[in-house]
């Protein structure tokens, strides 16, 4: 997690959070006037993106920093390394960029790619999407939220199903290039649609989720949101067949005593609740006696050169005092 766009994606993050809430220490005060002042001095982007530069400013700085070229020669370059990770490296070996100019590059060629190759899948520039829609939600209103989480949402479904087929490999790059925790997300997203003008879209994007993340879990909220949808009977034919795929497992089992408790057959509710609660319990029970046990430490052999304070305790780690150990005269 240190390639530049990362330091920066994080860097943003915070400066975004800081000026939503406002500095409440000296520190985060310092560090608002620093991203001002390198704003003053034209290094806005390392703080706000590109949004400022023009596509033509973009390749007038990358000029300026010895790496020459127009769109047509941009274009043609890009889809000669495949990415903007490979073509960002050759134009190390032809940059004149340095101090916090360096990563100029880098980040330019994201943004040029994503400006002029919008048909060329590229998982740096679907992280970057991704990012910068969840951060503005971090400090946006509920309503706002929702919306930039639901874009979000289809943003990366839209890069990572092919043709209704699942690229995992696709996939696992964006999460490497994202700076944010995508997965937690995805787990998050689903029921936080309900009660939302996205609700009827939250059962098919858990289940689209459930392809690349976290399937158990994901498949089992879907059954409870059918559910919470009025539909009971989809509701029960999802949750059987969790259980008869994983009867152990501790997701489907909580949720499989939500759903018929719910539906009125408390019987079975309390079979899948007392199962979930007896696999927990069994989990615990597991990492406990998995957790290495260390004897207590024995003392060391009494030394001449042992010496301490007499109420300090004794350097033989007995966890006796000086004076009631080591310290008693013979």
Not at 59 to 81: M, N, P, T, V, Y
Not at 161 to 187: C, H, P, Q, Y
Not at 284 to 306: D, G, I, L
């Amino acid at each position: 997690m240190g390639t530049p766009a990362h330091i920066f994606k994080t860097a943003r993050r915070q400066i975004r959070k800081l000026r939503h809430r406002g500095a409440s220490t000296d520190q985060e005060r310092r560090l608002l006037a620093s991203a001002d002042q390198q704003r003053a001095c034209g290094l806005g982007w390392r703080y706000d993106g590109f949004d400022d530069f023009s596509t033509q400013a973009l390749f007038d700085k990358l000029a300026e920093l010895g790496i020459a070229l127009d769109e047509a020669a941009f274009c043609q370059s890009a889809r000669a390394q495949g990415s903007p990770t490979l073509l960002a490296e050759t134009w190390r070996a032809l940059t004149s960029a340095e101090g916090r100019w360096i990563d100029f590059p880098d980040l330019a060629a994201r943004e040029l790619w994503r400006r002029l190759l919008p048909d060329m899948r590229s998982a740096e520039v679907v992280s970057d999407e991704l990012d910068a829609l969840l951060e503005r939600a971090e400090v946006a209103s509920p309503d706002e939220k929702v919306s930039l989480w639901f874009r979000a949402a289809r943003c990366l479904l839209d890069a990572c199903l092919r043709d209704g087929v699942a690229d995992e490999d696709f996939f696992k790059a964006v999460l490497r290039e994202s700076g944010g925790d995508l997965t937690g997300w995805m787990a998050e997203l689903p029921p936080a649609l309900m009660g939302t003008p996205f609700e009827l879209d939250a059962p098919g994007i858990a289940a689209e989720f459930a392809r690349f993340v976290e399937r158990r879990r994901l498949l089992a909220e879907r059954a409870e949101l059918l559910l919470r949808l009025g539909k009971p009977a989809e509701a029960q034919a999802e949750i059987d067949a969790l259980l008869d795929a994983h009867p152990d497992d501790l997701h489907v089992l909580l949720k499989a005593g939500g759903i018929y408790e719910a539906l009125g057959e408390p019987e079975k509710a309390q079979r899948y609740l007392g199962a979930y609660a007896r696999r927990l319990e069994e989990r615990r029970a597991r990492q406990v006696s998995s957790t290495p046990a260390f004897p207590p430490r024995r003392p060391s052999e009494p030394s001449a050169s042992m010496k301490a304070a007499p109420n300090a305790p004794c350097p033989c780690g007995s966890g006796k005092k000086f004076k009631r150990c080591h310290g008693l005269p013979n």
